[in-house]
T-cell receptor
Framework: NAGVMQNPRHLVRRRGQEARLRCSPM?????VYWYRQLPEEGLKFMVYLQKENIIDESGMPKERFSAEFPKEGPSILRIQQVVRGDSAAYFC????????????FGSGTRLTVV | AQTVTQSQPEMSVQEAETVTLSCTYDTSESDYYLFWYKQPPSRQMILVIR??????QNATENRFSVNFQKAAKSFSLKISDSQLGDAAMYFCAYRSSYSGSARQLTFGSGTQLTVLP
């Protein structure tokens, strides 16, 4: 029973390029959450999705960032026209619908913008 | 909005000794969950222990236990018989118990724990 799978583990992009981060939730989990961790800081919530629905995107920057969780396939966090300040570790977590125990996190994608 | 504060950026403990990591939070809700996560150098976020606010009994998981003081809004983590493998960044987190959109975790800034041999 594989855990939450994120890829790539490391991603390097030049300023102005697009970054696509993928997250496959645990089997049976239909809820996905994305968090960002800046250096020396805790994780900050970005967006909460269910299949084909964005439930809460209150932590998502208004521009350049988007997320989706299609009916088939992984959840994608997309950052357009990346800037140096986007460099961070991006974590995905998943949970079943009635979860209360605590989410299962992936190992994160470290994005470096050069 | 809820906030979580970890006032100890770094802590150290001698192997086999006991250490306590502090966490305070601010909320107007009466029912919620609190968590401690461990993040080793591998970056993986690992759930250590959780506490439901409506339960008065402090949660325990083997060598890990919490001191939950609801009135004081305090949630400290005690690690007994510390082991080298406990060295990591520890994050305290809060989550509302309400369903719907309020399922996000709010994290503190973390405490870096060093275990000395």
């Amino acid at each position: 029973n594989a855990g939450v799978m994120q890829n790539p583990r490391h991603l390097v992009r030049r300023r102005g390029q697009e970054a696509r981060l993928r997250c496959s939730p645990m089997k049976g989990h239909s809820h996905v959450y994305w968090y960002r961790q800046l250096p020396e800081e805790g994780l900050k919530f970005m967006v909460y999705l269910q299949k084909e629905n964005i439930i809460d995107e209150s932590g998502m920057p208004k521009e350049r960032f988007s997320a989706e969780f299609p009916k088939e396939g992984p959840s994608i966090l997309r950052i357009q026209q990346v800037v140096r300040g986007d460099s961070a570790a991006y974590f995905c977590a998943s949970s079943p619908p009635l979860e209360s125990y605590g989410y299962t996190f992936g190992s994160g994608t470290r994005l470096t913008v050069v | 909005a809820q906030t979580v504060t970890q006032s100890q950026p770094e802590m150290s403990v001698q192997e086999a000794e006991t250490v306590t990591l502090s966490c305070t939070y601010d909320t107007s809700e009466s029912d919620y969950y609190l968590f401690w996560y461990k993040q080793p150098p591998s970056r993986q976020m690992i759930l250590v222990i959780r506490q439901e606010a409506y339960k008065q009994q402090n949660a325990t998981e083997n060598r890990f236990s919490v001191n939950f003081q609801k009135a004081a809004k305090s949630f400290s983590l005690k690690i007994s018989d510390s082991q080298l493998g406990d060295a990591a960044m520890y994050f305290c987190a809060y989550r509302s118990s309400y369903s719907g959109s309020a399922r996000q975790l709010t994290f503190g800034s973390g405490t870096q724990l060093t275990v000395l041999p």
